[in-house]
């Protein structure tokens, strides 16, 4: 694998509070991403944070359904997961997590604010067809390969992953720089998604971090 330049970047996914040990959405041991994604961040000089940044009632809340979280719904644009009301819009829950150090991130791309269409992905809405301009800007910006790693591994990191390829971009996937939820055999289909679409898997140890 050719070395880290200026032609890459970092995309930092959904290190937010809620996606931590007390939120509202808490993947298990997810703040230990938090000091590696610090570490791994040095070697970039493009780094970019996605935030989930949900309105109140979102469509994605099993509570604007009456439902249990973790139930599936039918909507327009196919299968939703119904999650606890996570990641409101301006609350402590969907700040970064305050071990996050990555002054030097350059754009906080934010997903998820439509309240009709959820966004796993840091680039294409659930609708499939919304982008969220974070291709146009890394292409802008000279980008042709980006690193993902965050919270969570099977949704919104593999949904990163997966569309970065769509768009045409190398991606390499730092999985242990990664937690994910594991509910109802999401990993091991998120973990295939991402290997039918060329993704690269490695790990810390193996990028030299
Ligand atoms: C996420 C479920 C709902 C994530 C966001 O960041 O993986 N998962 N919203
Ligand atoms: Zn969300």
Redesign the pocket.
């Known amino acids: 694998m050719r070395g880290i330049s200026a032609r890459d970047a970092l995309v930092v ?2 290190l ?1 509070n809620d ?1 931590c040990p007390g939120g509202a ?1 808490a ?1 298990a041991d997810g703040q230990a991403v938090v000091p590696l994604v610090n570490r791994i961040g040095q070697a970039f000089e493009n780094v970019v944070l996605t935030q ?1 940044w949900h309105p109140p009632g979102h469509i ?1 809340f099993a509570s604007t359904h009456g439902r249990a979280p973790f139930e599936t719904v039918e909507l327009a644009y196919g299968t939703q ?1 119904l ?1 606890p009301d ?2 409101l819009q301006g609350s402590e829950g969907a700040a970064f997590h305050p071990g996050v150090d990555l002054r030097g991130a350059q754009t906080i791309v934010r997903k ?1 604010f439509r309240h009709s269409v ?1 966004s ?1 992905s840091g680039f294409v809405e659930a609708d499939r067809t919304s982008p969220t301009g974070l291709a146009g800007y890394l292409r802008e910006r000279g980008v042709e390969r980006i690193f993902v790693a ?3 591994l ?4 593999a949904w990163t992953a997966v569309d970065g390829r769509n768009k045409g971009f190398e991606v390499v996937l730092v999985e242990d720089a990664c937690r994910a ?1 594991d509910v109802a055999g999401s990993l091991e289909r998120a973990i295939a998604d991402m290997e039918a679409a060329g993704v690269i898997r490695t790990g810390m140890g193996a990028l030299g971090f």
């Open positions: 996914v959904d937010q996606f959405l993947v989930d994605s997961v999650w996570h990641c998820g959820d796993y965050g919270l969570a099977d949704f919104c990191v939820i």
